[in-house]
């Protein structure tokens, strides 16, 4: 008999094999955490790969030639995906956003969003499917997605200059083409477009008004542009503090420019404080994960490319789904484990790492941005 052999790269955030209680636990679509919180919104990154090597998510001095990708044969399936889904939804999802790496890269994913686009929620209702993404090849695919049940796209855009979008994807990608992506998805409908802008202190903070003047004008306020504060997800992104530019600075500067009211969130757990421009030209958004933590609403569970299930976005370690869909377990078996988990889920980084005193910071390695998606 042959050995089993696993790939090294499948080893990089080893994770426990979920418990199957002894008693089954059914899906109500009522299912809290141990703070009480609901699980609505499903993560489910497709690839860790990139075209892009921005350096707050998959610098080039890591993720460079030699560094080995999880294989072909480790990710999920789309069935296994939408298996998985399926059952999440049992228990009151009701949002999917696919995720990467870049998800566009994942070959045929257009199946798997018609898979997903076929669900229904208990009570019939269609789920939102959405999708982030680097905009670089979505002129090409904006169509095809469309056409498949996608409903919306989120696009990462850090800055209009081209010299200094071109330096922080870090491959010399050019911004006129992520604009001809936007452009597109526009025109066959995936909208409401959002547009998520990073902003680094020190790199890209006087692309702010450029970026909030071009989508206001040029789309007569229907995309929504929304900045997100640097984050500290997991270890390779040199992160630190005084790189962080806070969100109250980003309105501040907005605010010298065009007034601005702030609006109520459109659903329970946003991530993103909303505020409109007081002449009617559209809206913006603020994530300021880490001068505002936002921890108490959070009702975001994330699947990796090869089916870990993670609770938190700077989670240390995840939950093997993988080995439950390949082990022969039920519907029901998988059911009661995820209930199991997400009962038992206490995450809530963000607010400890505010309470933490200037410069303390954990040891323990969190899981990267490419890998579990934003």
């Known amino acids: 008999m042959g050995e089993t052999v696993i790939p090294l790269a499948d080893l990089r955030y080893a994770a426990p094999v979920p418990a199957i209680p002894a008693q089954p636990i059914a899906a109500t679509g009522l299912l809290t955490d141990a703070l009480g919180r609901p699980l609505r919104d499903l993560r489910i990154s497709v690839t860790d790969r990139c075209n892009f090597r921005c350096s707050y998510c998959m610098p080039k001095e890591v993720f460079d030639r030699d560094y080995r990708f999880l294989p072909q044969a480790s990710l999920l399936s789309f069935e296994e995906i939408t298996r998985l889904a399926r059952l999440f939804v049992g228990h009151g999802v009701q949002k999917i956003r696919l995720t990467g790496g870049e998800p566009l890269l994942r070959r045929g994913l257009e199946s798997l969003v018609a898979q997903l686009a076929g669900l229904r929620t208990p009570d019939g209702a269609p789920l939102d499917l959405t999708l982030t993404t680097n905009g670089s090849v979505l002129a090409k695919k904006a169509a095809a997605l469309k056409a498949a049940g996608l409903q919306r796209v989120t696009v990462s855009l850090d800055g209009l200059d081209d010299a200094v979008f071109r330096s922080m994807n870090d491959v010399g990608f ?36 450029p970026m909030a003047r071009y989508f206001r004008e040029r789309f007569d306020g229907r995309i929504v542009l929304r900045f997100i504060e640097f ?117 809530r980084y963000s607010e400890l790492r505010a309470a933490q005193p200037p410069g303390a910071a954990g040891s323990a390695r969190r899981v990267e941005m490419h890998y579990i998606g934003g």
């Not at 083409?177 to 909208?191: N, P, S």
């Not at 802008?197 to 692309?207: A, L, P």
């Not at 501040?252 to 007034?259: D, F, K, S, T, V």
């Open 231 to 347: 984050m500290d997800v997991g270890a390779s992104n040199g992160w630190r503090m005084d790189e962080v530019l806070p969100s109250a600075r980003v309105l501040a500067m907005l605010r010298e420019h065009w007034p601005l009211e702030p609006l109520d969130p459109t659903v329970a757990g946003e991530t993103a404080e909303r505020w409109r421009y007081a002449d009617g030209g559209g809206e913006i958004g603020l994530i300021s994960s880490v001068t505002q933590a936002f921890c108490r609403d959070c009702n975001r569970a994330r699947l990796s490319t090869e089916g870990k299930l993670f609770l938190c976005l700077f989670a240390t370690r995840g939950h093997d789904l993988r080995s439950l869909l390949r082990g022969g377990a039920s519907d029901a078996d998988i059911t009661s484990a995820l209930a199991a988990v997400w009962a038992g889920r206490d995450d």
């Open 174 to 209: 050019p911004v006129a083409e992520v604009l001809d992506g936007i452009e597109a998805a526009h025109r066959v409908g995936l909208g409401p477009i959002k547009v998520n802008m990073v902003v680094k202190r020190g790199t890209n903070e006087q692309e702010i008004v």
